[in-house]
């Protein structure tokens, strides 16, 4: 089993920045991407950015020239990093690892809350 956990919520004034991490661990094998999703209340859950085993990413529009998603390989860590956030953004962050073998992995959420 693979396990992930998420870090850095927290609470942000708007316009403010922050940096989410999520650490993979256990038997990963081989990863096929890693992503962050979020959940807002009355709001069905989106992906803000993906990144591939082979590095490329992809982003919401929403996010777009906002947020930065990058790894450390040899720490199997993926990072958010969000600029200019703005009330919008407040939701639950998710991490996600999906392996060559076709299986996902969901972290448990770190809450980012962005209110003056």
């Known amino acids: 089993q693979v396990q992930l956990v998420e870090s850095g919520g927290g609470l942000v004034q708007p316009g403010g920045s922050l940096t989410l991490s999520c650490v993979a661990s256990?038997?990963?094998?081989?990863?096929?991407?890693m992503g962050w999703f979020r959940k807002a209340p009355g709001k069905q859950r989106e992906l803000v950015a993906l990144i591939t085993g082979g590095g490329s990413t992809n982003y919401a529009d929403s996010v777009k020239g906002r947020v930065t998603i990058s790894r450390d390989n040899a720490k199997n860590t993926v990072y958010l990093q969000m600029n200019s956030l703005n009330p919008e953004d407040t939701a639950v962050y998710y991490c996600?690892?999906?392996?060559?073998?076709?299986?996902?992995?969901w972290g448990q959420g770190t809450q980012v809350t962005v209110s003056s």
């Open positions: 256990g038997s990963i094998f081989s990863i096929y991407d």
């Open positions: 996600r690892l999906r392996n060559t073998m076709i299986s996902s992995y």
